[in-house]
C-alpha cells in the first residue's frame, strides 16, 4: 500500500531507482554468469564503466542541490569529489602492502621512490577501512565547511563564490601536483591490488562495488529528496529566490547555504571514493577546474533543481563523451559547449523539464477529441 | 512603584517608545542619504512616514532592519537592545518585520509555504530541517490566511498571484512572524480602490498591538489610516504630526510643491 501511495505521488522517483536496481543487478548477472564467448556476456569494461557513471551521478546530484536548489554557482565540487576519492586510494595504497614493485612493507612505492624513510603523519590509520570511511567524510566536509564558513558569513555570493571555488580547486590541483605533498604528485595513487582483502580487478569486486554504488546513489537521493521536502529545503529554495528576504524573517542565510553546501560535499566525497576502485585510479587532474565546469554542464543539461536532473544529465553526458571520444576525439568538446548552449537557450529547465512538459499536452489532446 | 525588570533580551517599551533613533546620519559617497535624524516610535503606534523621493525613508527602514549600519547615532529596540549591534535575522527575531516596497514573496513555493516560513518559531538549521508543523501552527497559518483573503490560494504558486495578492501574502508574512514592530513600505501600490480599503482597515486593527510604521505615497491613504504623520525631507525629520497639520505646514508644501 505505502509503495502504491509513493509510485503515485512520486513516480519519476521509483522508476529512477527501480532503473538503477535492474541496472546494477543485471549487468552483474551478465558479467559472472555467461561465459566470455556468449553474446550475452557483459564485459568487466562495461561493468567499471557503468559504475563510473553511477559515481558521476552521486557528483551530479550534489551539485544539484547547491546549485539547482540553493543557488550557489559552485565551480569546485570535484575538489571535494577528488579528496574523496583520495582518501580511498590511500586505503588501497595500504592494502598493496608489500606487494609494490620495491616490496616495502611500511612504504608505498611513490615513497620509497623519493627515498622516504618513513610514513608521513597524515597516512597513519589509513591502513583500516573504517578509518578511511571516516576521512571519506570528514575530509571533504570539513574544507566545505571551513570554506563555506568564511565565505558565506562575508557574504561572497554569485560569480565571486563561483570564482574563488574555481580558485580552491585549482589551489588543491596544484598542491596535489607536488611530490613533497606525499600524495603520489603528477602520478597521484594506482596499481591498487585489494579491497577489504578481495581482488580489486577480479570480476566479482567489480560486480560488488557496481551494485554497491547503485544502493548508495538510491541512498543518497533518497536522502537529497528527504532534505529538500523538509522545511529547510523550503527555506533554501527561498534563500536562492529572494535571499534577503529569508534573513528578515529571521533565518541565518549563511547557516543554511552552509549546511547544504556541506552535505553537499560530503556526498562529492562518497562518489570520489567509490569511483577510484572502478577506475583504478587517482590523480591531481581530478582537481581540474574544468571538471568542476563539466558537472555544472551534466545538471543543466539534464534539469536543475529537479534532483533526477543531476543524475540522468551526468549519465547521459558520460555516455555521449564515451561513444564521441571514441568515434571523434576532437569534437567532444565542441559537442560539450554546443549542448550547454542549446540547453541553456531553448530548454532552461533542462531534460526533465522537456519531459515534465510532454505529458501535459497528451491528455489537452485526447479531451479535445473528446469534444469533437 | 515597583518596576519590574524585564528579561535580557526581551523588549522593554516601559518609557513608552519601542523605537529611538537618535541622530542618526547614513551617507553614501559623500550623499547623506539620513542626516541626523531622531525618531520616537511608541508602543502600539501606527505613524504614517512620507516625504518627497530621496528624502530616506527606505534608508531610514534599512538601518532599523540591519541592512545598512548608520555613520554615527544610535537605534534602540527598548530600551535595552541596541539594533546597530544586531544583524537582519536577530532583528527579525527581536521582533521586528519588515514589507518591501517591492513586493518580495518567495514565488516559487505556495502561499501556505511563504506563510510556514515565516512563522515564528525556532529558525535553526537543525531544527528546521525536522521541523513539523503543530496542530496550533497550523491553526495561526490559517488564521492569517483568512486576514488577508488568500484561503482559496493556500496552494497555488505564489509566483502566479495578482499585484495586489501579492502585497497581502507579504503583510500575511509580516503577521506570522508576530512582530512588535512592522515596518511596511508602500502597502498599497498597485492595490484596487477595494483592496486599499482593506488594507488600511487591516492596518488600523493592528494598532495598539503591534506598532506599525507604513511609508506610503497615497496621501488619501495616509489620511484615512494616520493619525500622526511624520515627514522626512534631505535625510531629517520636517516635521511631525496630524495629517491636518501636516498638510497646513508650509515647509511641507514647499517641500512638495517646490519653491
Known amino acids: 500500500m505505502m509503495l502504491m501511495d509513493w509510485y503515485r505521488n512520486d513516480k519519476a522517483a521509483v522508476w529512477l531507482m527501480a532503473a538503477i536496481v535492474i541496472t546494477v543487478t543485471l549487468l552483474p548477472l551478465g558479467n559472472l554468469v555467461f561465459p566470455a564467448d556468449s553474446p550475452l556476456r557483459v564485459t568487466a569494461y562495461s561493468i567499471s564503466l557503468i ?49 609494490g614493485v620495491y616490496g616495502n612493507p611500511e612504504l608505498p612505492d611513490f615513497m620509497v621512490f623519493l627515498n622516504w624513510q618513513e610514513l608521513p603523519w597524515y597516512w597513519f590509520g589509513f591502513n583500516q577501512f573504517w578509518f578511511a570511511l571516516l576521512m571519506i567524510v570528514l575530509v571533504p566536509g570539513l574544507l566545505a565547511f571551513v570554506f563555506g564558513w568564511l565565505a558565506f558569513r562575508s557574504r561572497v555570493t554569485g560569480v565571486y563564490l563561483s570564482i574563488i571555488t574555481q580558485a580552491l580547486t585549482y589551489a588543491l590541483l596544484l598542491a596535489f601536483f607536488r611530490n613533497e605533498m606525499g600524495f603520489g604528485g603528477n602520478n597521484g595513487l594506482t596499481d591498487f591490488k585489494d579491497i577489504l582483502g578481495f581482488n580489486v580487478h577480479s570480476d566479482g569486486v567489480r560486480a560488488s562495488l557496481l551494485m554497491v554504488t547503485g544502493l548508495i546513489l538510491i541512498a543518497a537521493f533518497l536522502a537529497s529528496r528527504s532534505v529538500i521536502n523538509s522545511k529547510l529545503g523550503r527555506v533554501v529554495t527561498a534563500i536562492r529566490d529572494q535571499e534577503m528576504r529569508v534573513r528578515f524573517i529571521g533565518y541565518r542565510v549563511e547557516l543554511f547555504k552552509l549546511w547544504i553546501f556541506v552535505f553537499a560535499a560530503v556526498l562529492a566525497g562518497i562518489a570520489g571514493a567509490l569511483y577510484v576502485p572502478q577506475v583504478g585510479i587517482i590523480n591531481p587532474s581530478e582537481f581540474s577546474p574544468l571538471n568542476s565546469l563539466e558537472i555544472v554542464i551534466w545538471v543543466a543539461i539534464g534539469g536543475r533543481g529537479t534532483l533526477y536532473g543531476g543524475i540522468i544529465g551526468a549519465i547521459l553526458v558520460n555516455y555521449a563523451k564515451t561513444l564521441l571520444t571514441g568515434w571523434l576525439p576532437e569534437i567532444w568538446l565542441f559537442f560539450l559547449g554546443a549542448a550547454f548552449i542549446v540547453v541553456t537557450v531553448f530548454l532552461p529547465d533542462g531534460l526533465i523539464g522537456l519531459l515534465q512538459r510532454l505529458p501535459k499536452r497528451i491528455p489537452i489532446r485526447k479531451v479535445k477529441a473528446g469534444a469533437a | ?229 511624520t515627514v522626512l525631507h534631505e535625510g531629517s525629520v520636517l516635521t511631525e504630526g496630524t495629517m491636518d497639520e501636516v498638510q497646513n505646514d508650509p515647509r511641507v508644501i514647499q517641500v512638495y510643491l517646490g519653491d
Open chain 1, 51 to 99: 559504475g563510473k557513471y553511477l559515481c558521476y551521478a552521486l557528483l551530479g546530484l550534489s551539485l544539484d542541490l547547491v546549485w539547482g536548489y540553493c543557488g550557489i554557482l559552485a565551480l569546485g565540487q570535484s575538489a571535494f569529489f577528488a579528496l574523496g576519492g583520495y582518501a580511498m586510494g590511500m586505503y588501497l595504497m595500504r592494502q598493496i602492502g608489500s606487494r
Open chain 2, 1 to 229: 512603584m515597583i518596576a519590574i525588570a524585564p528579561k535580557p533580551g526581551e523588549v522593554d517599551a516601559s518609557h513608552g517608545p519601542i523605537l529611538y533613533l537618535e541622530s542618526v546620519s547614513v551617507s553614501f559617497d559623500g550623499f547623506k542619504a539620513l542626516n541626523n535624524l531622531s525618531l520616537y516610535i511608541d508602543e502600539g503606534e501606527l505613524r504614517c512616514l512620507i516625504g518627497p523621493n530621496g528624502a530616506g525613508k527606505t534608508t531610514l527602514m534599512d538601518v532599523i532592519t540591519g541592512k545598512t549600519k548608520p555613520d554615527t547615532g544610535s537605534v534602540f529596540f527598548g530600551q535595552t537592545i541596541d539594533l546597530l549591534k544586531l544583524d537582519e535575522p536577530a532583528i527579525a527575531k527581536a521582533g521586528i518585520g519588515r514589507k518591501f516596497q517591492k513586493p518580495t514573496v518567495f514565488e516559487n513555493l505556495t502561499v501556505f509555504e511563504n506563510l510556514e516560513l515565516a512563522l515564528a518559531t525556532d529558525k535553526n538549521v537543525w531544527r528546521t530541517l525536522f521541523a513539523k508543523l503543530s496542530g496550533e501552527q497550523r491553526d495561526s497559518i490559517d488564521k492569517v490566511l483568512m486576514v488577508i483573503g488568500l484561503s482559496d490560494h493556500r496552494h497555488q504558486i505564489a509566483g502566479a498571484l495578482s499585484h495586489g495578492q501579492k502585497q497581502w501574502l507579504e503583510i500575511g508574512m509580516l503577521l506570522m512572524q508576530e512582530p512588535k514592530v512592522m515596518l511596511v513600505d508602500e502597502p498599497v501600490a498597485g492595490m484596487t480602490h477595494q483592496e486599499i480599503e482593506r488594507t488600511a482597515q487591516l492596518l488600523l486593527s493592528l494598532q495598539g498591538e503591534r506598532s506599525v510604521i507604513v511609508v506610503e505615497h497615497d496621501m488619501e491613504f495616509v489620511r484615512s489610516i494616520a493619525k500622526r504623520v
